[in-house]
């Protein structure tokens, strides 16, 4: 049986310390989820070590729905929730979609729920990824990018890879540079190393007239830009979140 009232308010001052942000909503999560004291204790030391929330208790919610998080799978950030809504809105009743760097599959999750006639399929080059994609219902398969899907037959192109310049990862949390994948935050010398690819392989993949939402931050948008153009896509149409901050960019790959 778990501690009684007030072990909520205990906990969050605890993760408080620990340098969690929302410490309160955290402690309530390990303390509705926990099955008993010993485990809810082991958790929350866990937590103050800095382990993601989502590995500890094994979900995360994302645009309302739990998805399954493995330990050492990057976790969904609710920052991708527009972009998985924007995506969805875009994908015809029984189109076909690609999430690229799919991790856990939370945005194609997202999508087979919101279109239910659709066709999804995931790629990402980490296996762990993959085995926690498919948990959750996803077709999802090992590749890097594009490179084990068809040409041509898609209507829409997801991508969140990694963009955060290689000499910007030392201002990361501590904890997400203690625990989370490189892999799915390293983008390089100016953190377009892989959306470059992910453009050109949209650029395949989609047939004419067909969406690429891409996951970018900072200034990226501009510097995407040209790739886009060159590519064949019309102009990027950015889209950003309630403090001004860029979240993503929207493509149409040209007729």
């Given at each position: ?8 308010e ?21 303390v ?5 004291e ?10 103050e ?134 892999l ?53 149409l ?18």
């Amino acid at each position: 049986m778990l501690p009684g009232p007030g072990v909520v308010e205990s906990m969050a001052s605890r993760l408080a310390a620990a340098g969690c942000v929302a410490a309160g909503d955290e402690a309530a999560e390990l303390v509705a989820r926990a099955p008993d004291e010993g485990v809810l204790e082991a958790w929350l030391g866990r937590r103050e070590g800095g382990e993601p929330l989502a590995w500890i208790t094994g979900t995360v919610l994302f645009c309302g729905r739990p998805v399954g998080v493995d330990p050492g799978v990057y976790v969904p950030r609710p920052q991708t929730e527009g972009l998985a809504r924007r995506a969805a809105s875009l994908l015809p009743a029984r189109g076909r979609a690609a999430d690229l760097c799919t991790g856990a599959g939370a945005v194609a999750v997202h999508l087979m729920a919101a279109v239910p006639g659709a066709l999804v399929a995931g790629t990402d080059v980490d296996e762990s990824a993959v085995r926690c994609a498919r948990r959750n219902g996803v077709d999802a398969v090992v590749g890097d990018v594009d490179g084990p899907l068809a040409s041509g037959g898609f209507d829409l192109v997801a991508a969140v890879p990694p963009y955060v310049p290689t000499g910007e990862l030392q201002f990361l949390p501590v904890d997400v540079r203690r625990y989370e994948p490189p892999l799915a935050l390293d983008g390089g010398g100016d953190g377009l190393a892989v959306v470059r690819r992910v453009v050109a392989g949209a650029a395949r993949l989609l047939r004419p007239g067909g969406w690429l939402l891409l996951e970018v931050g900072g200034s990226q948008d501009r510097l995407v830009e040209p790739w886009l153009a060159s590519s064949g896509f019309g102009p990027g149409l950015a889209w950003r979140d309630d403090e001004g901050d860029l979240r993503g960019v929207a493509a149409r790959l040209d007729a």
